[in-house]
């Protein structure tokens, strides 16, 4: 009998196909990979004209490379595009040249300390051209002149991203963004773009409150095309996670938005705390991933960050060490798991008002309550009613009734749903 | 010569008077308390009809009993109601009947991990009849017919509760509530009755700001009718304290109001911390006593409740075991130690306002302040003006001076008097 | 070559020139004072007559004292004004008589605890005379009469006190006082004074935002003239700093505003924390120096109290102990250094607005940002880039930012001037 497949390995099988792939901010690696997207998911893919202007930003020519070596004497290619889309520096302009090593130096990327792997570098704003390459790669390089070729265009064109959204009763949105720019690199972001597939997925499958959307977009500029072309949306946007570094091995780590106090932070904190994983909870900085937009003082939204390892916290990071190997099937699902049950939380959450505020409404006569008194142990469902009628005064949410009591948030919903059905309590 | 009655002992005789009395949440049991109550202090007996609307709930029908056994073949009794109010199910329906002792057991109540005990069970609401017994009396009974006979009756009556008032300089009110429901239980709550009554008599003796109103009154069914038949009254209502569990020898726990910080939860915090008695502050919590309906979130009272230990926090709770030796005269003491400390800080403690704020004002001039300077030390009382002339400012009050200050409340209030009577501060 | 002299020796040349004076709350000593200072610092210096209202007090007589002694039987003087002007309890009426030891004892003041030491005693708003001396002194006086003679006068005349101030760009103001009532004692407060005049002159160097006004007044009596003779002037005072015992060797103490979060606490805070020196942090209490009149509370300004070890917090405090052997150099260096920089602070915390706050502006088309992107490591310049950008919604100042981020003070400021020269944010 086939073994089974399992959601995790599933995700692990994405990642692997889009590794290959050379992503960059532009270009037909993002088309690419949405097109892989998209056999898992409905994709509404927008193409963004170079030159439009978005917010402070205008999008920049688009760019295609289908070729790129350093080759030697010997016309052996010594450095090879073919092998690794992160031997070439991103955004590289053309180049077609003979030069000695040493006038060569100044386009070569490596990381000395990590004398084994490849960088990943690019030069989106300042026409440069370049190659990365393993330190001792390099240093097995005797001089002599090169042949450098790089068959790239920069040229007007697009800037390519892509939505996929899950209705939900209310308008009011949940965005789940992940940047789509990053080359060969797994953990940075394939595995975040898996999660997100896989999640999105997932929740066509539910009965949702809140409106649910998914953004593929390139990092920074791709989060900037969006928000300049929803200024109406944005409105709607009510919570959000920006997803990266989803499939390593370590811990999870959540960051707070700007806010701080966010629903969303709240939520996150709650699922993280309560389930017993072992995480990280890290306050706003304006460095990271694209929380930095969404975050950024004019919008002010309540976007936090999730990750496992945060960027640059491991040493594969931003390396070609950062391969299919590097993200754990179980990783991957775990960081599903949490956000499935952190959007159950937020779907859920609600601010109600007691209807029945004058002393204790009398439960037993509905149905709600043990006729029995005198006992001493009380039912936790009961608890929880009580605490959400003492705590209905439109002050308070659902988790703020978890939180105080310290019971289950399932619990505590639960009885909010008892008490809305008799009557006593309106969200 | 005769030995002193300390009040510890003449409020635990108190205790073992009231104790052999059947009450519940309405009958003779209660007015009989209540007369026994009356002996130590005037009180406004009040009588609500049955099928009065008290906000969501109904005045039940009266229960009234006059005997009840469980009697095996040869006509022993083997539970009798003549023995402990706790062998019958409170509210239990009248019945006659003869009946194996495996169709009985339905309606027998044990605690099978105390055997010994006998549990306090009642059935307000719902229609039943029952008997609580030991464990061990139960493991001895043969197989066989019984003769169950309940002697009671359940009949369109009243409920009885009663009030009362110390009056002070203001018709501010703080509201000592303690529950008259339940049958021979000393601790919860005859000391509190007890202590309640004593403390009663001695505020009678004392000049008071507000205006103290006992509450005996049956618990959850009594409290409601009082805020029900007192809607205005209410208003009035600024601080209080809901008694129960007053008399066991473990240390005073203090369960704040819904509020968290009214009034009186910074009162009894501090009095209870300046004590340095071993003590527990217990954040609100939905569940306990009357402060359930005190603080319901349409009232919303700055009322807290003081036990010694909590309800369920000790074994003997809502057992046999909690008879007239459970409680100790000098807990009971010392309840009433706190409570008479608390109100005379809750009765002293104002905001003021510095009619003198630009500067400090000249004490010396006014007779306030030792004239000799250049001196290190300098005096309490002095400390006490200068800090409540520094927090005059109409946004605090003199508690807020003693805990800024460190200074005992009432070397502050002291203070207050003096800078009050030159004319420095007015409140 | 001659030995560089040190701002610190040059401080400490100061408090020995000063220190024989006898100071007192008016008179000659203060005047006398005052010269010396003002040869340091231009001095606009303020006569105000006896009589006159300020605040809730009167501008007492003015006090002179030429000559002072106990002399024994043989003429010797046991107690000398002429060795130290501790010796005369301040503000004594003149006296000329012989009485014998015992009744002389009432008036001399001693330290039975430090036997050695002279004590400072005042008297100023009850007419009273005495002398202070060692109690190892009164010890050796044999019985018998003894010559007493204080050649003091106390007339109509006037209280002294001088300003000077450093303009800046602004009006608003930050005020330095120091008391300069006390006679021959060192650290209390000729440091301060010490400490204030190199301050002031090292300010005149410098382009200031605030503008800052040096008091050099009487305590307690001065601070409330200089009030009530500006009551429009208080209302530009921003924040201050009350300089007394500056130069001993303990660790820095600052004492929090009444406020208790004014910019001046936060930035005193930060500083000293900053700076890595142990310090102490003390909430605000009403007594002290004279940010007890600038904080009383209908002014309520934002003035906070540097010291070394507090007052009355070391044993040589209000003794003869406290002479310019117990003043070190370096720690009045240390004490101007910690107020040159929380000065540089306070003149360049700022709130901004983000005039750019939808996404990040793009820095890198105006040369703000490394243009190499890809890279782990962000330069620091870059993050307090981001981090003003982030926090400039107007709610947060430079002093946030540095805090919530980490990062220098400096680095911050200098952050923020690149993006408002850069027209991306704006004071």
Known sequence: MAPMTTPGEEMHALVERLYPLCRSITGDGVRATLDVIGEYLPLQVHEVPTGTRVLDWTVPQEWNIRDAYVADATGRRVVDFAASSLHVLGYSVPVAATMPLSELRAHLHTLPDQPS???????????????????????????????????????????????????GQVADEVIVSCHVCHPSLANDNLAGVAV????????????????????????????????ARNAERVEQVRHGVVLA??????????????????????????????????H???????????????????????????TRTPYAGYPEYHTSADDPSFVAPEAMEDTLAVL???????????????????????????????????RSDTQEAQMAMLWVLSLSDGGHDLLDVAERSGLPFDTVATAADALRDAGLIKA
Chains 1, 2, 3 share one sequence.
Not at 252 to 267: F, H, N, P, Q
Not at 349 to 371: C, F, I, K, T, V
């Open 117 to 167: 792997l490849v960088p990943y570098r690019t030069s989106y704003y300042k026409p440069a051209w370049g190659f990365c390459l393993a330190q001792e790669t390099l240093d097995a390089l005797p001089d002599g002149d090169y042949e450098v070729r790089i068959d790239s265009t920069l040229a007007d064109g697009h800037l390519t991203y892509a939505e996929h959204v899950v209705p």
């Open 196 to 227: 997100a597939t896989f999640l999105a997925r997932e929740l066509a499958e539910r009965t949702l409150y809140h409106t649910y959307r998914f953004l593929f977009a390139p990092g920074t500029i791709g989060a900037i095309t969006w928000l």
């Open 245 to 278: 570094c989803a499939g390593d091995r370590g811990a999870l780590t959540y960051k707070r938005s700007r806010r701080g106090d966010a629903e969303i932070d709240r939520v996150m904190r709650h699922v993280l705390t309560a389930s017993g994983r072992p």
């Open 280 to 306: 990280t909870i890290r306050e706003f900085t304006p460095y990271g991933y694209d929380e930095r937009q969404f975050c950024s003082p004019g919008f002010d939204l309540g976007v936090g960050s999730l």
């Open 340 to 374: 499935r049950e952190a959007f159950g939380v937020l779907d859920r959450n609600r601010r109600h008002l007691n209807l029945s505020p004058y002393g204790e409404p009398q439960l037993g006569r509905r149905g709600l309550y043990g006729a029995l008194g005198g």
